[in-house]
């Protein structure tokens, strides 16, 4: 695991020879931005200071007949005129190598992400470079993953997903590693009447010396088609848990098995219902149900109802997305970790917008896309929405976890919308935390090279510690106005005013904060 860092650099770096004779794109960027703030410090006091910032920044894509190469390095360096704190430099790269060895068949790729991320969040809740650099710490990922399909003629098809992953944290003494792969199958169109599918997933994660999960699912459905419409199906469900060190129960399996009736008005729809005997004792023998409703390629419904280790388990996932509006509704129930959230996050995207590279200070200088995992051009970045991270850390929790993000774009005007609410339930540490919030912008055009940008933030964490009925209540709010003008047609200059206010157990304050930024693209 201590290679994976080497390796995915290695691939994302020095891609392929069919990498190399690739079409290429470069582009170059540089913000400049001057900023005033009244209480830098984060204090009832207050004390105002000039922050003075240079971020320069690279992108780099390439795209081959079976290998695609996007890098994009930014690095931000400030000075405090008042020297109310030190010179701060931060980093941030993102590359990925995708390569089709057997197009439609066998797929390589590697990902490297180093960004900043929350280290504490009783100290700030929303990411801030300013007033709460000192609460940012450098956090690398590394990633390598496979995906293979293979047809079974016209009896079906099998699919296979690996991918192993390093989360290292600056500064910190343990390094998150871990696996987790994935082989599934399905009938053809050869099987007239039969039905069956089935699939298996392990993973491992290790957030430290003396922690760990290993997960294992199964499920099968074996069914006969009565009629077109009618099947009866068999159901079998298998889970295994083993984390290390857990102090929330012992039991983490479950078990059952069970008979249901499947209907099918249609191709693009059908309901199940079932009766499944448990076969361990956390749970008693219970009904359960299944969903899909997919009317066009643009619109899709998927939801399910069962038992598992924890008790009731839902999994809904709702997509809809037009020329001109995109909305996800999903609510995932799983066991996580900080390293595994961030990565679920970054690629279960909407691609909603996509924004020139760096600050989004001008929403309507964003395109809309109704694409998953759009591709991008050096100069660009896919924005995305999606419940934030808890702070960098080791622990290990049962996530249950809703979202819902929604993009508009009508005329003059852009809208993004996202609320989430997440409750981890901490295995390694007797504590639960409730997070939720919202986070919506406005971009409206009022003249031909002229913008305004109106957006709130709001994020609220509730954490209890089970032993001691130990309560804490931490809520951050921030609003903010940015007038963006258009000089030239790779140029604009930005005026904002931000507000934040915070109400914690561990820091009260409130925050004004004027900005003026230049940004050119090359």
């Known amino acids: 695991m201590s290679n994976i860092r080497q390796v995915a650099f290695f691939f994302v770096t020095m891609s392929s020879a069919q990498a190399f004779s690739a079409q290429w794109d470069a582009s170059a960027s540089v913000i400049t931005m001057i900023e005033y703030s009244d209480n830098v410090e984060q204090t009832e006091r207050g004390e105002e200071d000039l922050i003075l910032s240079l971020t320069p920044g690279f992108g780099l894509t390439g795209k081959g007949k079976r290998a695609d190469l996007n890098l994009r390095y930014d690095v931000r360096g400030q000075h405090y005129v008042g020297n109310t704190k030190d010179h701060e430099f931060f980093h941030n790269f993102l590359g990925r190598f995708d390569y089709r060895a057997i197009p439609n068949r066998l797929n390589f790729n590697a990902e490297v992400v180093v960004e900043q991320e929350l280290e504490d969040l009783s100290r700030g809740l929303i990411p801030d470079y300013v007033t709460g650099s000192d609460n940012l710490i450098t956090v690398g990922r590394y990633r390598l993953g496979m995906d293979y399909l293979q047809p079974l003629a016209n009896y079906g098809q099998l699919s296979f997903l690996a991918g192993v992953f390093l989360t290292d944290e600056s500064g910190g003494n343990q390094d998150t590693k871990g696996y987790d792969f994935q082989i599934a199958g399905q009938d053809g169109s050869e099987f007239k009447q039969g039905l069956w599918n089935f699939s298996y997933s392990q993973g491992y994660q290790k957030p430290n010396d003396a922690e760990y999960s290993f997960t294992q699912l199964a499920d099968a459905t074996l069914g006969y088609g009565l009629n077109q419409h009618l099947a009866l199906m068999m159901n079998f469900f298998w889970e295994e848990n083993d ?38 004792e956390t749970n008693e023998d219970y009904w359960g149900g299944k969903l899909s409703w997919v009317p066009t390629s643009r619109t899709s419904l998927k939801a399910s109802y069962g038992k598992r280790f924890f008790g009731d388990a839902y999994d809904v996932q709702f997509n809809h997305r037009i020329k001109r509006l995109s909305n ?3 609510y995932q129930e799983s066991i996580e970790s900080y390293s595994t959230e961030v990565y679920n996050a970054s690629t279960n995207n909407t691609g909603s917008l996509i924004c020139p590279a760096g600050p989004v200070l001008d929403l309507t200088q964003c395109e809309f896309s109704n694409e998953v995992n759009p591709d991008v051009a050096p100069d660009k970045q896919v924005i995305t929405f999606y419940t934030p991270p808890p702070a960098v850390g080791d622990e290990l929790y049962l996530s249950k976890a809703a979202n819902w993000s929604s993009t508009l774009r009508t005329g003059k005007s852009t809208y993004t919308l996202n609320l989430f609410y997440t409750q981890r339930l901490y295995f390694t540490e007797v504590k639960d935390e409730d997070d939720y ?8 055009k009022i003249g031909r090279k002229t913008g305004l940008q109106l957006g709130a933030q709001w994020r609220e964490l509730e954490e209890s510690l089970n032993d001691s009925g ?53």
Do not use: C
């Not at 919030?437 to 409206?444: A, S, T």
């Open 243 to 280: 984390i290390q060190e857990s102090v929330r129960q012992e039991n983490l399996d479950s078990a059952s098995w069970g008979p249901g009736l499947r209907f099918s008005p249609s191709d693009r729809t059908s309901f199940e219902i079932n009766y499944n005997f448990s076969l361990k």
């Open 328 to 330: 996800t509704l999903t």
């Open 437 to 444: 919030g919202l986070n919506f912008n406005w971009g409206i």
């Open 470 to 522: 130990f309560v804490s209540d931490e809520t951050e709010q921030r609003y903010n106005i940015n007038l963006n003008h258009k000089l030239s047609a790779r140029s604009f200059m930005v005026l904002g005013y931000l507000y934040t206010e915070r109400d914690g157990s561990t820091s009260d304050y409130d925050e004004n904060r004027l900005q003026l930024s230049y940004q050119v693209v090359y």
